[in-house]
């Protein structure tokens, strides 16, 4: 199918530092340093300040791209909400801030979980641009997530850019006949069209289902090649660091959790 | 929008991720067919689907904006147990690819967003079901479901604010504030599911899974294990509406 061609295979990530760490110890580096942020408390805001540095100079090592994070940042937008009805309608003591009472724990509270959050978004932003899905899914198969739920995933995610594409292919449509790029009027053929996409995708799904079977197999997806990421990674004898071997790996990808773990406890 | 890290404490998040284990399990065991390396792609095609019509965003106001949750959608389409694991899919993808929700929230989100909606949402319609005549109202009935599904969603999340957020703000204020932001979303909701609902009774219903087929199509019958006919140019004319 021409369409499901069309869309084409991701980018090349490019290649950085982190690049060569084995997805699973990213991944498990990524959660631990999560919930050493999601324990700290709201009163100690230096300590968020420090993690806030630690993730932007593991985002910098990633070669994250800042036009990306910046978009992800909008979903800050409602916290950004929240954090101000925190602050208007929480419980006392009020302080004074241009004029407008503020409750001083609510705006605290408030600031931290925008706080948290905005970490949250880099950190998982440095994951994925050093990160490719496929290597994300191979590493979540060496932490023991199941065989069908890492096909899920990954059909998942082709389906994902297929649907992208038809879904970029119905907005120039509807650009080209209203004349209009107004976002309501893509809104409205966005849910117009919503039925009729299910359709399609399913159809053409099964399209795909039985050109692989009549080729012969594809029970299930290929097996993901063992070490994929790392063989990509070649040993570089300039810098040593790059290829230590799984315990250093692991070591590697476990400094931010630990760099955060120290300023929670120092910065209290 | 998704729970994201730090809203609630961590004790809070990892019952969640307890409960949301399991519910998964539970899922799993019970859609084994469907998981079978023969039938996956449609499965993977409702999460991919849910996943694009999050993206169909709707600005509410005050910086807010609120879409598609696609749980009770997913679980009309394809039954309640599959459409638990595809929103996993989607909140996993969102958690560890998108940056969209907080990785300690993935047990919080999976309940908010798979779980709760998927389950009231076909349960709902599995009750009103009986009454129901033409295929007008069968959509009708389903987006309202649908939305009954996205307001016990904003009941799930914020019954766990009251459990582990803040007590720096009154739970009764963040719960009114929740609950009102989700009127706005349950009935988008309620609407685009109708919408959604009404093409596919139209054009295929042997998609729709809650809605019992009267008279299967013959050519539907002849491939079972594949339900969906290959290329349907269908008598109805499918192919021409874009």
């Known amino acids: 199918m021409s369409s499901s061609h069309a869309a084409g295979p991701a980018p090349d990530r490019l290649h950085g530092p982190l690049t060569g760490l084995p997805a699973e110890a990213k991944v498990v580096g990524l959660v631990a340093f999560l919930v050493v942020v999601a324990v700290t408390p709201p009163s100690a805001p230096w300590a968020l300040a420090a993690q806030g540095a630690v993730v932007l100079a593991v985002a910098a090592l990633a070669l994250v791209d800042g036009r990306a994070v910046a978009g992800r940042l909008a979903l800050d937008l409602p916290l950004v909400v929240l954090a101000a009805a925190y602050a208007l309608a929480g419980r006392g003591p009020h302080v004074e801030v241009l004029g407008v009472a503020l409750s001083e724990p609510g705006l605290r509270v408030g600031l931290a979980v925008l706080a948290k959050a905005t970490i949250g978004i880099v950190a998982v932003s440095a994951l994925a641009a050093s990160t490719s899905v496929p290597d994300t899914i191979a590493g979540l198969a060496r932490l023991g997530v199941p065989g069908w739920f890492r096909t899920l995933l990954a059909l998942s995610v082709r389906q994902l850019q297929v649907l992208r594409s038809d879904i970029a292919r119905i907005r120039r449509a509807v650009e080209v006949r ?5 976002r309501t009027v893509a809104l409205a053929a966005g849910a ?5 996409l299910f359709i399609r995708s399913t159809e053409r799904a099964d399209t795909l289902r039985l050109a692989a079977d009549l080729r012969g197999g594809a029970e299930g997806m290929p097996a993901a090649e063992p070490g994929a990421a790392a063989k990509r990674a070649p040993a570089d004898p300039a810098a040593p660091w790059r290829s ?8 590697l990808a476990s400094v931010p959790a630990a760099l955060a773990v120290v300023a929670t406890v120092a910065l209290r | 929008m998704h729970i994201p890290d730090g809203w609630v404490d961590l004790p809070t998040s990892v019952g969640a991720g307890v409960v949301a284990v399991g519910g998964v ?13 023969r039938a996956t792609s449609l499965p993977a095609v409702v999460a991919a689907y849910v996943l694009v019509a999050q993206l169909l965003v709707v600005p509410v106001g005050l910086g807010t904006s609120a879409h598609l949750v696609g749980a009770g959608l997913a679980a009309l389409l394809v039954g309640p147990a599959v459409a638990v694991l595809c929103a996993a899919v989607v909140v996993v993808l969102q958690a560890l690819v998108l940056a969209d929700g907080g990785v300690t929230a993935l047990g919080l989100n999976l309940i908010n967003d798979g779980l709760v909606p998927a389950l009231v949402t076909y349960g709902a319609f599995v ?12 959509a009708l009935a389903g987006g309202a479901c649908a939305g009954l599904g996205a307001l016990a969603a904003a009941g799930a999340a914020a019954l766990e604010f009251v459990v582990g957020g803040t007590d720096a703000v009154s739970p ?21 599911t109708a919408l959604a609902l009404a093409t596919l009774l139209r054009l295929r219903p042997d998609l729709v899974r809650a809605v019992p ?7 539907v019958a002849v491939v079972d294990e ?3 006919v290959v290329g349907a140019d269908g008598p109805r004319g499918e192919r021409r509406v874009s």
Request: net charge positive.
């Open chain 1, 192 to 196: 117009r069209s919503l039925g009729v």
């Open chain 2, 213 to 219: 087929r009267r008279r299967a199509p013959a050519a």
């Open chain 2, 172 to 192: 009764a204020t963040v719960a009114a504030s929740i609950g009102g932001a989700h009127v706005v979303v349950a009935a988008l909701e309620a609407g685009l």
């Open chain 1, 244 to 251: 230590p071997g799984t315990v250093g790996r692991w070591a």
């Open chain 2, 25 to 37: 399990a539970v899922a799993a065991r019970r859609a084994r067919a469907a998981l079978s390396a």
């Open chain 1, 178 to 182: 209203t004349a209009s790029t107004r």
């Open chain 2, 127 to 138: 009750l009103v079901r009986p009454r129901l005549g033409g295929r007008r109202a069968q």
């Open chain 2, 226 to 228: 594949r339900p969906a």
